[in-house]
T-cell receptor
Framework: TQLLEQSPQFLSIQEGENLTVYCNSS?????LQWYRQEPGEGPVLLVT?????EVKKLKRLTFQFGDARKDSSLHITAAQPGDTGLYLC????????????FGKGTKLSVKP | KAGVTQTPRYLIKTRGQQVTLSCSPI?????VSWYQQTPGQGLQFLFE???????NKGNFPGRFSGRQFSNSRSEMNVSTLELGDSALYLC??????????????FGPGTRLLVL
């Protein structure tokens, strides 16, 4: 059973378009993180959201944590080819970050 | 500050063999976690070590084991390799303060192919 469901699995868009990636669960998480992974590299942390309803912005990326801390979304405005990669959400339960539960990821391709 | 390093980067083994992978965390980090990444299952947690002790463990068979040394470097071992063990093995380090806001830093991974 996958505790964190990400959708869509694949997304191919043109440069300049907007997109939203979703991360849903029936479980409550202490925090939720978003990572981006490029081929041949490990995931790189983009943001951590902790409070239900929290919204964080990172340039053209907007992250939201659901009120019940069970779901999250990542919205990218005016996507660029450099945004191409695998976007992963990961939830932490309890007090330790050493045991993250990952979604399977959304593979984003932004064409120029 | 040097990042997390993993060796080797690529490895080819045959079924039944065993393999040892190494991870050097960021200086000052005391927690090292290991993950297995496959196209079908995504990233799955294997175990976490903190101060040379296993602090958390995922749902993997006993063929998967690990250890951590006094300098925080960690190794994971997979015995009696199976074809399904082919994957990217990632390690991540953090300060280990057991805070859910703490950041984990991932290494580039070791890609293991079992033939």
């Amino acid at each position: 059973t996958q505790l964190l469901e990400q959708s869509p699995q694949f997304l191919s868009i043109q440069e300049g378009e907007n997109l939203t990636v979703y991360c849903n669960s029936s479980s409550v998480f202490s925090s939720l993180q978003w990572y981006r992974q490029e081929p041949g590299e490990g995931p790189v942390l983009l943001v951590t959201v902790v409070t239900g309803g929290e919204v964080k912005k990172l340039k053209r990326l907007t992250f939201q944590f659901g009120d019940a801390r069970k779901d999250s979304s990542l919205h990218i405005t005016a996507a660029q080819p450099g945004d191409t990669g695998l976007y992963l959400c990961a939830g932490a339960r309890g007090g330790s970050q050493g045991n993250l539960i990952f979604g399977k990821g959304t593979k984003l391709s932004v064409k120029p | 500050k040097a990042g997390v390093t993993q060796t080797p980067r690529y490895l080819i083994k045959t079924r039944g063999q065993q393999v040892t992978l190494s991870c050097s965390p960021i200086s000052g980090h005391r927690s090292v976690s290991w993950y297995q990444q496959t196209p079908g299952q995504g990233l799955q947690f294997l175990f976490e070590y903190f101060s040379e002790t296993q602090r958390n463990k995922g749902n993997f068979p006993g063929r998967f084991s690990g250890r951590q040394f006094s300098n925080s470097r960690s190794e994971m071992n997979v015995s009696t390799l199976e074809l399904g063990d082919s994957a990217l093995y990632l390690c991540a380090s953090s300060l280990g303060l057991a805070s859910f806001q703490e950041t984990q830093y991932f290494g580039p991974g070791t890609r293991l192919l079992v033939l």
